[in-house]
Nanobody, 116 residues
Framework: QVQLVESGGGLVQPGGSLRLSCAAS????????MGWYRQAPGKERELVGT???????NYAESVKGRFTISRDIAKDTMYLQMNSLKPEDTAVYYC??????????WGQGTQVTVSS
């Protein structure tokens, strides 16, 4: 199973930016799909976006045009660049991976708080 470690969360003002990182314990080429999810207090965990082994990305409508998912294959790391942050983006952000053998892994989560 892939081990995932997120980092980069914190407190930011509305309109600000943050970049989250998700470091994988295995070569990204052994991972079919990686994704970012988030869970706000009292709400269900929701998909933010995904990137597959070919580098194709998809985003939730709520973050399109503001968030960008990328990866660094040499570092086995996925990133989430978040711009124009809104208070409603406040949540714990989780990294997710599905291996080529369809095993699902989750990171421990990192808190993002958007507040003035």
């Amino acid at each position: 199973q892939v081990q995932l470690v997120e980092s980069g969360g914190g407190l930011v003002q509305p309109g600000g930016s943050l970049r989250l990182s998700c470091a994988a314990s295995k070569n990204i080429f052994s991972i079919n799909v990686m994704g970012w999810y988030r869970q706000a207090p009292g709400k269900e965990r929701e998909l933010v976006g995904t990137i597959n082994s070919r580098g194709s990305v998809n985003y939730a409508e709520s973050v399109k045009g503001r968030f960008t998912i990328s990866r660094d294959i040499a570092k086995d790391t996925m990133y989430l660049q978040m711009n124009s942050l809104k208070p409603e983006d406040t949540a714990v952000y989780y990294c997710n991976a599905e291996s080529l053998s369809f095993e699902i892994s989750w990171g421990q989560g990192t808190q993002v708080t958007v507040s003035s």
